[in-house]
Structures are given as structure tokens and as C-alpha cells.
């Protein structure tokens, strides 16, 4: 049974540095084809893709955050962390991790979240 | 980047009745669509991927067609439990984007 699990502060000031973790169990993310995405979500909005690893530790960012976001693997602890520098009051929301397999077995290619988190609310305000 | 977006807005529907939502790709996806649900205070749940086929546990209510840049999902016989936000995602290309969503709501 595959569950994730974020954590991390719900109160940021602004400019500091956010660190959200993610704790899965039923899979492991040296397993090949397996990642784990981060997604957000501003209250009452829509979802923001923001990050994502794979397996191999290739990675992926979203463009307009990419100076902003680190996403790591810590295989030991079944943990994805994702970091996010200055933050502002518009980062506040609901931050989500989910997983993901490249491959699947009715399409072949898979890479949508079939798991996800339960979300973390952030909150950014002095 | 691929920009993903999603019609209408809100869509009022009856229930038992047929609700239609549709996603448009900037750019070829092919057939790398999914449909997501969400439900206040909830993660989202996945509904469909591949464009067309159900993620396990999903009634057969739910359907999804479509390729390339022009996507639809279709709820045959709304149920109670089905009034949500309703997101498209591609996962063709990087990065990664959804819709916008859309809002179903009571008639």
C-alpha cells in the first residue's frame, strides 16, 4: 500500500527559506521508473506543478521557480524534500507530494500521480 | 512549456444528468492526459490517464477521449459524490502542467 505524508512549518515569514518533506512507504524511489512530484495549491486556486525526481536522481523544475526550488532524495529515510527560498505571501497554500511510475502496464508510459499526500498548508506572513 | 486549459470555468449540472468538461493542449500531448478530482480539503484523486482509461476503482461513469491537443471528460449519470473540481495534467513534456480546472457544481 503505497501512502505519502508531507510536513514541514505551517508559518513562514517572508524571505526566509521554506522546507517541505515528504515520507512515503510502499514503494522506494531506487526503484527504476518510480518518482515523486511536488504540486501546489493558493487557497481557493488551482493546482501549480513545481518539482519532480525520478529514481535515477535526474530532475525537474518548474520554470518560473526553478531559482528558487531544490528537490532532493534521501533514500534512507524514504523522504523528498523540497526547498523553496524567498518565500512571499503569495507562495501560501497547500503544498502536495505525490508519486509516480514511468511505466505502466495498460500504456506503457505512466508519469501521472497516482498517489498523493494528504497536503501541507503553508502559510507566509510576517 | 505546454499551457493546458479548461472549459468552462463552472458547469451546473443536474443530478443523473451528463456533464462534458474539456481540455485544451497549447501543444501535442498525444495521449499523455490525466483527469483528476478534488474535493474540498482533499488531495486530489486520480480518475483517468492515458486520455481514456480509468484508474483502478473509478466507476464507469467516468470517461475520458481525446488526443493530441483537444481532451474531454465525461460524467455519464452525475451522482452526489461526483460535485468536485475537476483538473486535466499533461505529462507529455517538461514541465509538467494542469488546467485550471473545472468547478461542478448542483443545478
Known amino acids: 500500500q503505497i501512502t505519502l505524508k508531507e510536513s514541514g512549518p505551517t508559518l513562514v515569514k517572508p524571505t526566509q527559506t521554506l522546507t517541505v518533506t515528504c515520507t512515503f512507504s510502499?514503494?522506494?524511489?531506487?526503484?527504476?521508473?518510480?518518482?515523486v512530484g511536488w504540486i501546489r495549491q493558493p487557497p481557493g486556486k488551482a493546482l501549480e506543478w513545481l518539482a519532480f525526481i525520478y529514481w535515477d536522481d535526474e530532475k525537474h523544475y518548474s520554470p518560473s521557480l526553478e531559482s528558487r526550488l531544490t528537490i532532493t532524495n534521501d533514500t534512507s529515510k524514504n523522504q523528498v524534500v523540497l526547498t523553496m527560498t524567498n518565500m512571499d505571501p503569495v507562495d501560501t497554500g497547500t503544498y502536495f507530494c505525490a508519486h509516480s511510475n514511468l511505466y505502466d502496464i495498460v500504456t506503457g508510459y505512466g508519469n501521472y500521480f497516482d498517489y498523493w499526500g494528504q497536503g501541507t498548508l503553508v502559510t507566509v506572513s510576517s | 512549456e505546454t499551457v493546458m486549459t479548461q472549459s468552462p470555468a463552472t458547469l451546473s449540472v443536474s443530478p443523473g444528468e451528463r456533464a462534458t468538461l474539456s481540455c485544451r493542449a497549447s501543444?501535442?500531448?498525444?495521449?499523455?492526459l490525466a483527469w483528476y478530482q478534488q474535493k474540498p480539503g482533499q488531495a486530489p484523486r486520480l480518475l483517468i490517464y492515458?486520455?481514456?482509461t480509468r484508474a483502478t476503482g473509478i466507476p464507469a461513469r467516468f470517461s475520458g477521449s481525446g488526443s493530441g491537443t483537444e481532451f474531454t471528460l465525461t460524467i455519464s449519470s452525475l451522482q452526489s459524490e461526483d460535485f468536485a473540481v475537476y483538473y486535466c495534467?499533461?505529462?507529455?513534456?517538461?514541465?509538467?502542467?494542469f488546467g485550471q480546472g473545472t468547478k461542478v457544481e448542483i443545478k
Open positions: 495534467q499533461q505529462y507529455d513534456n517538461w514541465p509538467r502542467a
Open positions: 501543444q501535442s500531448v498525444s495521449s499523455n
Open positions: 510502499g514503494f522506494s524511489l531506487t526503484t527504476n521508473g518510480v518518482g
Open positions: 492515458g486520455a481514456s
